[in-house]
């Protein structure tokens, strides 16, 4: 590897550190790759392994393989035992040996740190790892507190276990933020991703402070990391984002943060154990009470598609991995977003997974037939090419999903609102925070960016439908040269009036506003770029 620029040199001695075990990690990364190919650490378990030893077998495991002190680290006392997490070379000595590995643990015995930042009183600390659902409830709180009047919390549903599911709205003047888009970002709808929730709550703290939470530390390191092992250049992935570009998303958009919508699956996650936390915390299962196996996939859950019969897509057994829930929108968490969706009418929404390194683009649902043409998926293919991996095995791309699916939120927020839904799955999956996990959520940050510009540089239509005298009026919005094949119907939102529709391509494009009682309005809009406006007044059929 080449050496580093001069300009690296000057850091402090903590960096320097940090450094020091990256240049290791690069060069152990690469010359993994190069020979096996497949062992990328990707994931918590490509880092460690937990084992469950007596006295008597510590020393025999020091005897065996001089394991140290330092890289025993002791995350529980169970009887006369202790369980220790230690480095994932030993797998093969513990194996051999016939100690007791623990093979489906918590996720505090993987990162047993998370005592410590609950102990502090600090949001940075808070922020500067995984995080449980306590920590994000400590999080959004800290940032509603301190910018009361650019944020709003509002607990918008209660899981089954009884936790609350926030959301903190973010916008600048607020008399001015109902005649703008509304975005949502939502993490966790699996609660074993918990990645996904940082991807949240780090742009979060981005739009509010104008400066990413860990940007000033870790900032060397991770361009450098990127330069050296990783060669992907973009203009947006470069600089990551523009002056002040907080300040212009601030103003022209209300953003809808719920980093966390699976909380009990992420409580289950952390404190039961890692296998469990996919799912929400309905029984599903015998005997009564919780089981390892319960509870319901909230991604086959939407009512769109729900349990759409194409087989694989979801399933009806309440053992499965992927059960769909006895109806649709059975889920409080699932009702949860579908309220506030109805309420905001979302023009963009990012749903974040992990960690296949695409972006997913509706209809994600095998047989239902994409709008021509086919907005999203040039959306899509934008956002892929600003995401960055910061992993050497590959690149974001676009694609319409990972396997049969149906019953998503995406699906259900473009088929029923016209809402650009979609799913980003992150490049890791809990790997150690540092410096894999930070540099994920790095590699994200482009992408919302990228989605939001999308919406600034256009050509985006704004419909305004109002009555006679100008007061908005609801109607079905379309445009004439666009085909929908599966039923959609786009109404403006009842308290403006607006619906925004994002175009392929500059040009000439024809609005046409329906509602019963009323005659049909249109209006030709030559749009070239930008925002462009199309303001359709309705006439009740009795007037005439
Ligand atoms: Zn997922």
């Not at 009361?148 to 903190?168: N, W």
């Not at 009418?345 to 709008?371: D, G, Q």
């Not at 109404?491 to 000439?508: A, M, S």
């Amino acid at each position: 590897m080449e050496p580093l620029p001069c300009k690296y040199r000057s850091v402090a001695p903590r960096q320097l550190l940090n450094l020091t075990a990256l240049v290791f990690l690069i060069v152990s990364l690469r010359s993994e790759h190069a020979t096996t190919g497949d062992s990328l650490p990707l994931r918590w378990m490509d880092f460690h392994e937990i084992v469950r030893l007596s006295a008597t077998e510590r020393n025999r495991l020091r005897r065996e393989t001089g394991i140290s002190d330092q890289e025993l680290r002791e995350v529980e006392r169970v009887d006369r035992d202790v369980i220790y997490r230690v480095p994932v070379h030993y797998r093969a000595a513990l194996q051999d040996g016939d100690y007791r590995i623990v093979g489906d643990p918590p996720f505090r015995f993987i990162d047993p740190d998370i005592s410590v930042r609950h102990l502090s009183q600090d949001l940075r600390v808070w922020m500067s790892g995984y995080k449980d659902a306590l920590l994000v409830e400590k999080i959004l709180f800290a940032l509603a507190e301190r910018f009361p009047d650019i944020t709003r919390l509002e607990t918008i549903g209660q899981t089954h276990e009884g936790r609350p599911i926030l959301a903190l709205k973010i916008a600048r003047n607020p008399a001015e933020q109902r005649n703008r888009p509304t975005v949502l970002l939502a993490g966790a709808h699996h609660g074993n991703e918990p990645l996904s929730v940082d991807y949240v709550l780090d742009f979060a703290y981005f739009l509010l402070y104008g400066t990413p939470a860990f940007e000033e530390e870790e900032g060397v390191i991770a361009r450098s990391f990127r330069e050296t092992f990783y060669r992907q250049t973009n203009a947006v992935g470069t600089e990551f984002f523009r002056q002040r570009e907080h300040e212009d998303i601030l103003d022209n958009f209300v953003i809808w943060c719920v980093p966390l919508v699976n909380a009990d699956g992420l409580d289950s996650f952390w404190y039961r154990n890692v296998y469990s936390g996919r799912k929400n915390a309905r029984d599903t299962t015998a005997p009564p009470g919780w089981n390892k196996e319960d509870g319901v996939d909230l991604n086959r859950n939407y009512p769109y598609q729900w349990d759409s019969g194409y087989e694989g897509s979801s399933s009806g057994e309440g053992r499965s991995l992927y059960f769909r829930g006895p109806t649709p929108a059975s889920e409080p968490e699932v009702a949860a977003i579908m309220q506030l969706a109805e309420r905001e009418r979302f023009a963009l929404a990012l749903s974040f997974h992990c960690y296949a390194t695409k972006i997913l683009v509706p209809y994600t649902a095998e047989e239902a037939t994409n709008p021509r043409p086919h907005v999203a998926w040039r959306l899509g293919q934008q956002l892929a090419r600003a995401g960055i991996s910061n992993r050497p095995d590959r690149d974001y791309v676009a694609v319409k999903n990972l396997y049969a699916v149906d019953g998503t939120d995406q699906d259900f927020l473009f088929h029923r609102y016209g809402t650009l839904a979609f799913i980003v799955e992150g490049s890791y999956l809990s790997p150690d925070y540092e410096p894999f996990g930070r540099l994920s959520i790095r590699g994200v940050r482009p992408i919302i960016l990228r989605a939001l510009q999308a919406f600034r540089e256009g050509p985006v239509v704004t419909v305004y439908t109002t009555d006679e005298e100008s007061q908005p009026l609801t109607a079905v919005v379309t445009i004439e040269e666009y085909d929908y094949y599966e039923g959609e119907s786009f109404e403006t939102r009842p308290r403006t009036g607006r619906f925004d529709f994002l175009l392929e391509r500059p040009g000439v494009v024809t609005v046409q506003a329906n509602r019963d009682g009323y005659l049909a309005a249109r209006q030709r809009v030559q749009c070239n770029g930008g925002a462009c406006e199309a303001h359709l007044k309705l006439t009740p059929v009795s007037s005439r």
